[in-house]
């Protein structure tokens, strides 16, 4: 199953076209020194970095004493073999991400499936860890950052059993993560964000405050911008939204124009927290939709 999920997800003129480039986060993140890192092999021993402070779960012989008397509060030393990038994919599983009209090659869904796959493994082969957290109606399973070859395999498994049903789990999804992630940690979210509400935007906000990198993939069909259809139609929602019976040329003009500021909306946002935004529609092929985020590096 292994080798065909890498397969599927591996597309090699994708990687070709990547070539050897590197993903970079805007802020320097510890470990990182224009770009290039420092090697995580050191011999014996490994330098110390900074402190961080002590949460639940580390162990106890790493807290800093002399820094607790000074202060009284619980520090505990972070190396430099710890201090490499993290990254953690947010991939949305959620109904909407399910659509594909005939204008659309894939369904969103599955065009941040190549997305996400082809950049943990851009990622890890240059010595980074990876994570990932899908969610739908609720977050799903976590999956901890390493940066193992093998562990592609524990992250295209996740990806691949994403089913895209129910409404949308991203506030709760931001929240975990900013919960479980380490600071500095760059945080790819894929997602069509039409679900963001003021609450989704405050919690981006509260990413960056904790000095989390973070990158937003907005994927969109075609016909979601266009609303290209003739005739009588019927529109169905994806998450528990209804149907509605009406005439595209009826609603096409207030519906690109509410499409285009709440696009406009979450750009502004994003511009405003220094987050990166990337917004496109699925007919951009897989290694250009790779090759944008790489060069804003």
């Not at 890498?6 to 993903?23: E, F, I, K, N, S």
């Not at 162990?59 to 030393?77: A, I, Q, T």
């Not at 240059?126 to 799903?140: C, M, N, S, W």
Request: charge should be negative; aromatic fraction near 8%; proline fraction near 4%.
């Amino acid at each position: 199953m292994a080798e065909a999920l890498r397969q599927t997800y591996l597309d090699p003129a994708v990687l070709d076209q990547l070539g050897d480039m590197h993903v970079r986060a805007r802020q320097l993140a510890q470990g990182v020194i224009a770009g290039l890192h420092r090697s995580p092999q050191r011999g014996g021993s490994v330098e110390f970095s900074e402190y961080t402070e002590y949460s639940a779960g580390q162990e106890l012989r790493r807290v800093d004493w002399k820094v607790f008397g000074k202060s009284d509060k619980y520090y505990v030393k972070q190396y430099e073999d710890e201090t490499n990038l993290q990254t953690f994919l947010l991939l949305d599983g959620s109904g909407s991400m399910a659509f594909k009209s005939e204008l659309g090659p894939l369904t969103k869904l599955d065009h941040a499936r190549y997305v996400a796959a082809t950049l943990a493994y851009l990622l890890i082969r240059q010595g980074d860890a990876v994570g990932a957290l899908g969610f739908a109606e609720t977050p799903g399973a976590f999956l901890p950052a390493a940066a193992r070859t093998k562990h592609l395999d524990d992250i295209f498994y996740l990806l691949d059993n994403l089913p895209a049903q129910g409404p949308t789990a991203l506030d709760d999804s931001l929240r975990q993560i900013a919960e479980r992630a380490r600071r500095r940690s760059l945080i790819l979210i894929f997602s069509d964000m039409l679900d963001a509400t003021e609450h989704t935007e405050d919690l981006l906000r509260v990413l960056k405050s904790r000095k989390f990198d973070v990158v937003i993939f907005q994927g969109l069909d075609p016909a979601e911008l266009t609303l290209p259809f003739e005739g009588l139609s019927l529109f169905e929602g994806m998450e528990d939204d209804g149907e509605l019976l009406a005439d595209p040329d009826d609603l096409r003009d207030r519906y690109i124009e509410a499409m285009r500021a709440h696009n406009a909306r979450i750009a502004s946002v994003c511009a405003g927290a220094n987050i990166s935004y990337l917004s496109y529609d699925t007919t951009r092929p897989v290694e250009l939709v790779c090759q944008d985020f790489l060069r804003r590096r």
